[in-house]
Nanobody, 124 residues
Framework: QLQLVDSGGGLVQPGGSLRLSCAAS????????IAWFRQAPGKAREGISC????????NYAPSVKGRFTISMHNAENTVYLQMNNLRPEDTAVYYC?????????????????WGQGTQVTVSS
């Protein structure tokens, strides 16, 4: 079965940047959809972005489009989320998720395999 390890969160000031990593095992990342989600305190989980290399497809939520970039490093079997111009409202636990059957929609019901989550806090 597919396993995911997500990492890279931390404390950053508004306007700063972080890069999150999602390392996959059990399947090559180029053969699955991998998405990023976040969940802020007291709020529902929000889909942020997805990449599906075999379909040449990426998706972004309006709240992060233009600030966040999803990418894949095939040699490391890892997907990254580069987050720039971070805002306090970006504070959340961030999760990567994957499913070979997903068409790269960013809704959590389309993903069966999840990382453990990594905390991102944007604060001065």
């Amino acid at each position: 079965q597919l396993q995911l390890v997500d990492s890279g969160g931390g404390l950053v000031q508004p306007g700063g940047s972080l890069r999150l990593s999602c390392a996959a095992s059990g399947i090559a990342v180029e053969r699955v959809a991998i998405a990023w989600f976040r969940q802020a305190p007291g709020k529902a989980r929000e889909g942020i972005s997805c990449i599906r290399p075999d379909n040449a497809r990426t998706n972004y939520a309006p709240s992060v489009k233009g600030r966040f970039t999803i990418s894949m490093h095939n040699a490391e079997n890892t997907v990254y989320l580069q987050m720039n111009n971070l805002r306090p409202e970006d504070t959340a636990v961030y999760y990567c998720a994957a499913d070979p059957r997903s068409t790269c929609n960013i809704v959590d019901e389309d993903y069966r395999f999840w990382g453990q989550g990594t905390q991102v806090t944007v604060s001065s």
